[in-house]
């Protein structure tokens, strides 16, 4: 975050909950893994969110199960 204040970064890129709450604090704009797979299906980039999201977790990323129906929701691979 410091490195992103120097640089003055448009978007930081986060997961982890505490660093996600002090970066909001500082006022700086968030996305998550989450939030770059949706982008990415927005752009033609992938497919299928809801693929990768099944590769995160099975290779052990945690993801909780709400936040992965909201994702798929989301990106409209119900």
Excluded at 20 to 37: D, E, M, P, S, V
């Amino acid at each position: 975050m410091i490195l992103a204040k120097e640089q003055n970064a448009d978007l930081i890129i986060m997961d982890e909950i505490m660093g996600r709450r002090y970066a909001k604090q500082l006022g700086f704009n968030l996305t998550g893994t989450i939030g770059i797979l949706l982008k990415s299906k927005e752009n033609g980039l992938i497919e299928s969110i809801k693929d990768l999201l099944t590769e995160l977790t099975k290779k052990g990323t945690w993801i909780s199960p709400k936040l992965i129906s909201k994702a798929i929701k989301l990106s409209n691979e119900e």
